[in-house]
């Protein structure tokens, strides 16, 4: 109780600028030496973990209000060395505990997911005098996008396309026989130009979308 106490007025001491703060991470220690488990349940997932966060101490009823950390890795012991904040807590009657370990572990608001989508088109390249759009990004997540365009015609006629971002137009053209790439930020869409004659190519994406989720349960 008295290491909590010391850890819940280095908290209030500290004056945290998040909306919600948090102490620092530790382990509870049951009386046969193993740690506390707990589970956090989110969505179709169920994480177990021995990783808390003080939230607040009631001294005469001797327990404690935790947050429940998620590891990164979704093992009970993190291996990984981060960990996630929830929005679940668990009361806990310190009566059957004998000791705590603190840990350097750093704590983070929110998972960082990271989805790859492979797209392979088949191009096919006229004399229209208008851009034709190609490809388009069907989602408003940040990405990194490479984009590799190969020339697959026997004839000897150049083709080009232009990657439309957030912020600037990339040209991409590529000779017979030739393939070339480029990895953008933030790619929204795709244009094909005109070409003096009939040519086939192929386009190759692969775009690599990050959304940060928080756990809310």
């Known amino acids: 109780m008295s290491k909590l106490k010391e850890i819940n007025n280095q908290t209030k001491n500290e004056g945290f600028t998040h909306k919600r703060s948090i102490s620092s991470p530790f382990l509870l220690i049951m009386e046969d030496g193993e740690p506390f488990y707990s589970w956090v349940f989110f ?4 994480f177990k973990t021995c990783y808390f966060s003080l939230i607040s101490i009631n001294e005469e009823q001797n327990c404690v209000v935790l947050e429940l950390l998620v590891p990164c890795c979704m093992r009970s012991t993190c291996c990984q060395k981060v960990l996630y904040r929830s929005s679940s807590k668990i009361l806990v009657d ?3 505990l ?3 370990i603190e840990t350097e572990l750093p704590v983070y608001d929110a998972f960082i997911l ?5 797209h392979h088109l088949l191009l096919d390249f006229s004399t229209s005098p208008s851009a034709v759009e190609i490809w388009r990004n069907g989602t408003k997540l940040p990405n990194a996008a490479t984009v590799v365009l190969h020339h697959r015609d026997d004839q000897d006629v150049p083709v080009s396309i232009t990657i439309q971002t957030k912020k600037a137009c990339h040209d991409i053209c590529v000779q017979k026989g030739e393939s070339r790439s480029i990895t953008v930020k933030d790619m929204m869409l795709i244009l094909n130009h005109q070409t ?3 040519v086939q ?9 990050v959304q940060r989720k928080k756990i809310r349960l």
């Open 114 to 118: 990271k989805n790859i989508e492979p």
């Open 43 to 46: 969505e179709r997932s169920v």
């Open 94 to 96: 310190l009566s059957f």
């Open 196 to 198: 003096a004659e009939k």
């Open 98 to 100: 004998c000791g705590m």
């Open 201 to 209: 190519a192929r386009l190759d994406i692969q775009l690599n979308m």
